[in-house]
Structure formats: C-alpha cells, structure tokens
C-alpha cells in the first residue's frame, strides 16, 4: 500500500500537532502543580509569620497593641492573649498542641517588637505573660499616680498560689516599667553606680517579701550574708531550694495517710475495755 507525497506530510504534520498538545498538557499540568505547591507554602510562611507593617519601639503600644490584637484575633488565636479558656494542665493529651499554638502566638509578638526591646521580655513563658509584661511594661503613662501604683505592686506583690517562676516574671515586668519611667536620674559614674546598688537592694527586699513562707530558712540565710546578694543571685538560690523541696517531698498519699489513720482507730477500739467488763 502506498501513500502519495501530500499524504505523507498530512500524517507528520498531525503527529506533530499530537506531540504538540500532549507537551503543552504536560506543561499546564506542571505549571498547576507547581503553582499549587507555591500557594501551600505561601499559606503556611503566612501562618508562621505575622507583621502589622511596624515594631513596637516603647512610644508607640497603643496603636500596637490595637493592631496586634486585631491581627492575631483574626487568625484565632485570640485565646492565647487572653487566657480564656485557659490552658490545659500538662498531663492532659491537649497539652502538646496547645503549647505549640501558644509557642506559635508567641513568635507572632516577638516579631512585632523592636531588637532593642527583646532581652527584656522574651524570658516570659506563655503567649499571655508575655502580652501582659508588654501591657504593664508600656501601657502606662509617666504621671505620678502611675509610677506610684508601679511601686505599689512592687512592695506588695506577693507570691500566692503562683509558682515561683511566674511570680518573678509578674515583678520583673513592674521593675521593667518602674526602670522606663524613672531611669537613673545620675551623670557621675559613682553616683549611677551607687543608685544602682540601691535599687538592687529595694528590690531584693520585695523578692525576699512576696515569696511563700516554706522559704523562709533561705530568705533569713540571704538576708544574713555579709555582702548583700543581688535578686537575681537570690532568685537563683531559692529556686534551687524550690526544686530540693519538691524532690523531697512526701509521696505518701491521702489516701494512704487515710487508711493509716482508720488502723490507729480500729487497734485503739480493740485495746479499749468493753462496757460489759467494766460493769
């Protein structure tokens, strides 16, 4: 069988169209693939960063914070800032993710905040005491009623039910604001360094003031030594304390502590002389 010139050309011209229209498939179908790939990971980068266009730089938190709220409210994650509801306990099976949104919340605020500013406040634990240090920290004005209500909490805070390291990040987010809304007011190095040396003392004072009673043994020992110990040497001293405690105490249960008791009862009723035999 044979085919003619014209024929022959027909054919290759349409296996080449053929060719053509499976490789522009293949090209759109990558080009999608591609595209779609590009749009999950620009999802996600956008998920795990957030800017509202500006840092906080410690003169302008409230505009910041309107934004910061709005901004990370709209993701839903309004709860982390607000501790409503509040977090699970970490026994329980939530606790791994919970932390890990909360973890993300918190990366969220750090990026919001100016360089300058992060060693002072990314010692907080949560998403919320973090938003609330900021809020204590620079939601205030400088009048005299608020420097004063900032000395308040100071002399008065006091540890609670709080766990030891909450407690101290409560009065460090005060001594922060206390420290930006009264700077050292000394020129001469010696002075600066001697009003230093004061605040330190101050607020060794209302460290040692606000922590629970079961450390009181430690807190006369600090208070004893010869050279005066900074906070942060005395934080550091009663949190080891706080860690030998816990290692050390009791792990007989109620329940156990109970059922002692009832023996106790039942060999003291088997002692005691019966009604008949003292009659």
């Known amino acids: 069988m044979s085919f003619s010139d014209d024929e022959i050309g027909n054919n290759m011209n349409q296996n080449q169209n053929n060719s053509s229209t499976i490789i522009d498939e293949l090209t759109l179908q990558i080009a999608n693939m591609l595209r779609n790939g590009l749009g999950i990971q620009q999802t996600q980068s956008n998920f795990d960063n957030l800017s509202i266009g500006f840092k906080l730089n410690g003169d302008n938190y409230p505009l910041w914070v309107t934004l910061m709220k709005k901004a990370i409210s709209g993701r839903g994650k309004k709860s982390y800032l607000t501790g409503i509801p509040p977090a699970p306990e970490e026994i329980e099976s939530t606790y791994e993710k919970w932390e890990q949104a909360d973890q993300t ?40 009623m608020q420097i004063y209500d900032l000395h308040r909490k100071a002399n008065t805070q006091k540890q609670g039910k709080d766990t030891l390291e909450d407690f101290w990040n409560k009065l460090q987010a005060i001594w922060m604001a206390i420290d930006r809304k009264q700077p050292n007011p000394m020129k001469c190095s010696d002075d600066i360094a001697t009003f230093n040396k004061i605040k330190q003392e101050q607020r060794l004072y209302q460290f040692l003031t606000g922590i629970d009673k079961k450390f009181e043994i430690i807190r006369r020992n600090l208070l004893m030594q010869e050279n005066t110990p900074s906070v942060e040497s005395a934080y550091a001293a009663i949190r080891r304390e706080a860690t030998r405690l816990q290692i050390l105490k009791p792990t007989t249960s109620s329940e156990e502590n109970t059922s002692l008791e009832e023996v106790g009862i039942d060999l003291t009723a088997r002692n005691r002389p019966s009604e008949q035999g003292q009659g």
């Open 105 to 144: 919340v918190f990366t969220w605020i750090i990026q919001n905040i100016e360089i300058s500013l992060i060693n002072n406040v990314s010692q907080f634990p949560t998403a919320k005491t973090l938003w609330e240090g900021l809020a204590t920290t620079y939601g205030n004005g400088t009048d005299p």
